[in-house]
């Protein structure tokens, strides 16, 4: 199928009238229904944002291949739409972009569809290609540098057989979707390879199913293998071989280091029993960091969900033995809440040794709360034990598999279902047992030492606690204090948790302002940008204030850091309880001490609110002069 095909003088825009990401987005969606490819506009739209959620689409010069694969695509088509002076599309080298193909696939799309879609991601790396697209004055014009380039690529020969390389490269690329990127990236590292004169096969893993896939005899004989890859990819394949594991985008703009890595032997070994816990290089996130996120992510709907449900039970009135809220305190607190923790450690656990790890690390993580070994710790050593159980359960586990690695063949069914559970279970159990008293007393001492803090020395913890919820914006540093958080929710202390929820509202909430007071310190996008922000600090979501400081760290981070700690600093001097572990000012009523401990809450947030926004307004520049 030609790409002239599913592109159309229909679905071409010469002139964008938009002047932001998401006014690209909408222009060209209106185009596709208005030329009568859509079944449905909104769902079709709903799909182009969740794949933006993914990663940027804005790929580098200049170009943004915005695509979604969606039932709501009636016919397959390809919308372009072109703006000379550039538009800031969040693309990852930064730069404006110009030109905007997107991709509308449909559920049921074949082969010939998708090949014709991946094969324009391909066109789009020919920079004599683009010019020609950049330089038409009419939509003609567009089509028929298409239509010469797909003429062009036909009429090539079957490229000569590259003579025998002293090294042989093997890579495989995929992306969410596995419509653009997946074979740009293959693309480019071909052709790179082809410059550098390094033989390589590429795999992709695209929405059309795996195409050109690795052999066991090219894996075997392979020196480096590449990995780009945004999504899963069967990785056991490569047990014992370098492996370089890497995201699509950087195959697409640092091919060249890529490979020169791979020639020069610059790969760690790739072990498929350890392939989650670190071994090979996962670039970004320390094993530690992601073993411990592994966890939290899956503990936190029992967190959120039961510790609402506890708070709401209070207020329905559970000390006046009202039966309905007996009931949420019940599912909330005796249900959800009890296996918080068993959940942390099964979930660490399995993210260091995969299934196998589950088992030991959630009887570990129960094991943690209730053998306690201390009168009247009826929590045992709560969340601080059911790290160490995780952790413990998960490496133990991996010892177990290394133990057994030897058992004849003929038992290899055996090593799951017996040997593995049997005794990971026993010897985290035995020595959980062992340790989880003394933990127990570690822990309840640290909780009464916490909860006896008073005056300035709690003023000055959560003033560390709120600096610490803005510093990194939901990174590892922001996760630390929430978890700090949760932890002491576990414990029954109230205040630590209404201190990070209130400091965590406070960057979105505070750069929003901003940029409703400074509008001149602030360009369109940014402007746009603050007014979902206060929708995103209101609910609680730190990250909505990423944007503002990935444009401009140096200004940005320095004011939601000082809003931030006045915020946690002011929570603890007033004293402020919440039993809701998350929600934002959407379970402020859940405050204890009535309306007027609400309204200091609100007056905490208020106030770190402006500080930020203020000092944002004092540090950055009008749009359009240098710092």
């Not at 071409?12 to 506009?41: C, F, P, R, W, Y």
């Not at 399995?350 to 306690?372: E, Y």
């Not at 560390?464 to 978890?483: H, Q, R, S």
Request: some cysteine; charged content about 20%.
């Amino acid at each position: 199928m030609k790409i002239t095909e599913l592109l159309k003088k229909e679905t071409i825009i010469l002139d964008l009238e938009a002047g932001s990401k998401q006014e690209v987005l909408t222009e060209l969606i209106g185009q596709l229904d208005q030329a009568g490819n859509l079944n449905d506009k909104d769902a079709f739209t709903k799909g182009i944002l969740e794949r933006e959620s993914q990663s940027t689409t804005g790929i580098g010069e200049g170009i943004a291949i915005p695509h979604a694969k969606s039932s709501a695509v009636k016919n397959p088509a390809i919308a372009f739409g072109r703006s000379p002076g550039g538009i800031d599309y969040e693309s990852l080298d930064g730069q404006p972009a110009h030109l905007f193909f997107m991709i509308a696939a449909s559920e049921g799309a074949n082969n010939d569809h998708l090949e014709a879609l991946s094969r324009l991601s391909t066109f789009l790396m020919d920079e004599k290609f683009r010019k020609k697209i950049l330089d038409a004055t009419t939509k003609e014009e567009v089509l028929q540098a298409v239509t010469d380039k797909e003429a062009e690529v036909d009429a090539e020969e079957e490229p000569a057989k590259q003579a025998e390389a002293s090294q042989k490269i093997l890579a495989v690329t995929a992306c969410p979707t596995g419509i653009a990127h997946t074979y740009m990236a293959a693309e480019k590292l071909s052709e790179t390879a082809k410059e550098m004169g390094i033989s390589i096969k590429v795999e992709t893993n695209g929405s059309g199913g795996v195409k050109n896939r690795l052999t066991n005899k090219e894996i075997e004989e392979a020196d480096t293998i590449i990995v780009a890859a945004d999504t899963k990819v069967e990785m056991e394949r490569f047990d014992g071989k370098p492996v370089i594991e890497t995201g699509v985008g950087k195959a697409i703009h640092e091919a060249t280091d890529l490979l020169e890595r791979a020639v020069n032997n610059d790969a760690p070994i790739y072990h498929a029993e350890k392939s989650d816990s670190g071994s090979s290089e996962k670039e970004g996130r320390s094993g530690f960091y992601k073993h411990l996120m592994n966890g939290v992510s899956n503990m936190l709907p029992f967190v959120v969900g039961g510790g609402i449900l506890i708070a709401i039970s209070f207020f329905w009135g559970i000390e006046s033995d009202n039966e309905f809220a007996s009931m949420l305190s019940t599912i909330g607190g005796g249900k959800a809440f009890y296996l918080m923790v068993p959940v942390l450690a099964g979930f660490i656990a399995s993210s260091i040794a995969d299934r196998p790890g589950f088992a030991p690390g959630m009887v570990g993580g129960l094991i943690a709360t209730t053998v306690t070994g201390a009168e009247g710790a009826g929590g045992g050593s709560g969340f601080l034990g059911g790290l160490i159980a995780g952790f413990l359960a998960g490496y133990v586990t991996l010892l177990i598999k290394k133990a057994f690695a030897g058992l004849p063949e003929s038992l290899e069914g055996l090593k799951p279902v017996l040997f593995y559970p049997l005794f990971s279970i026993a010897i985290t159990g035995l020595i959980m047992m062992t340790i989880n008293p003394p933990l127990t007393k570690v822990y309840t001492g640290l909780s009464s030492f916490l909860e006896g803090m008073g005056g300035s020395n709690q003023i000055l913890l959560g003033l560390i606690l709120g600096a610490m919820m803005a510093f990194d914006m939901g990174g590892p540093v922001n996760k630390a204090a929430y978890t700090f958080g949760i932890a002491m929710l576990d414990a029954q202390n109230y205040t630590f948790i209404a201190t990070v929820m209130a400091a965590g509202m406070v960057p979105p909430l505070g750069m929003a302002l901003a940029t409703t007071l400074f509008k001149n310190r602030f360009t369109k996008t940014e402007r746009e940008a603050g007014k979902t922000a206060y929708a995103l600090g209101a609910s609680f979501i730190t990250e909505g204030v990423i944007p503002f400081a990935a444009a401009d760290p140096a200004r940005v981070i320095p004011s939601i850091v000082a809003g931030s700690a006045v915020t946690g600093a002011l929570t603890m001097m007033f004293d402020i309880a919440l039993r809701a572990p998350h929600g934002g000012l959407f379970v402020i009523g859940l405050v204890d001490g009535g309306v007027s401990k609400v309204l200091l809450y609100l007056a905490a947030i208020i106030i770190g609110t402006v500080v930020t926004a203020l000092l944002a307004g004092l540090l950055k520049k009008n749009v359009g002069k240098t710092a």
